[in-house]
């Protein structure tokens, strides 16, 4: 069955500093995998999508690797900030039908 | 626009009671998802609509639950009876368009609690 992983533990990192969040999967091969925020008591957000055949997408300070060999996607936020705190899903297309979420990493930028 | 809408935020009730869940999609959206969020599972898609047609429904967990889409601005996802394990966030979710699974559109959620 198809798998995602994401890091079940927070991710802490000071304020300015270069977060980087991860997403493998298994047993899958998505034409396209998208980031979304969630912050507490709220639905998640799309923040990027980005295609098999597209290895790096970009968004102000949001970058987004994509990596079909090793079945991984990496999220960057650059020049972190407190408000970037909150819990950052994966997701994946499954043959263009439907998604599959990852758990999430809850990112905190402290001061 | 408003977003989507869903109510009610909070829903506390007993075992075995029916709970009825609302969502209002974003006008001009033609996909509209139910999904479950819980500590252990994650998101999960339970069920999508497509023009007001039902889809795709296997993540639906047992016949308790059910969804309907009477028009394209009203959903509802039924617990009949509720249980425990039925306790979890309910997320709907509407997107616009052929490339229905790009950048879908969460409402707020519906926190379901079961005792």
């Known amino acids: 069955s198809q798998k995602i992983e994401q890091n079940s533990e927070a991710l802490n990192i000071q304020e300015g500093k270069t977060a980087t969040l991860t997403c493998n999967y298994t047993n899958y091969s998505p034409a396209y995998l998208q980031w979304y925020r969630q912050d507490p008591g709220r639905g998640p957000v799309f923040l990027l999508l980005?295609?098999?055949?597209?290895k790096e997408k970009r968004k102000e300070r949001l970058k987004v690797t994509f990596d079909t060999t090793l079945k991984q996607s990496l999220f960057h936020i650059t020049a972190s900030q407190p408000a970037d705190s909150a819990t950052y899903l994966c997701?994946?297309?499954?043959?263009?039908?439907?998604?599959?979420f990852g758990t999430g990493t809850r990112l905190q930028v402290f001061p | 626009d408003a977003g989507v809408i869903q109510s009610p935020r909070h829903e506390v009730t007993e075992m075995g009671q029916e709970v009825t869940l609302r969502c209002k999609p974003i006008s001009g959206h033609d996909y509209l998802f139910w999904y479950r969020q819980t500590m252990m599972r994650g998101l999960e898609l339970l069920i999508y609509?497509?023009?007001?047609?039902?889809?795709?429904d296997s993540g639906m967990p047992e016949d308790r639950f059910s969804a309907k889409m009477p028009n394209a601005s009203f959903s509802t996802l039924k617990i009949q009876p509720s249980e425990p394990r039925d306790s979890a966030v309910y997320f709907c979710?509407?997107?616009?368009?052929?490339?229905?699974?790009?950048?879908?559109?969460f409402g707020p959620g519906t926190r379901l609690t079961v005792t």
């Open positions: 997701a994946l297309d499954i043959q263009g039908d439907k998604l599959i």
């Open positions: 980005i295609r098999e055949n597209e």
């Open positions: 609509f497509n023009n007001n047609v039902p889809i795709d």
């Open positions: 979710a509407s997107s616009k368009g052929a490339y229905k699974l790009y950048e879908q559109y």
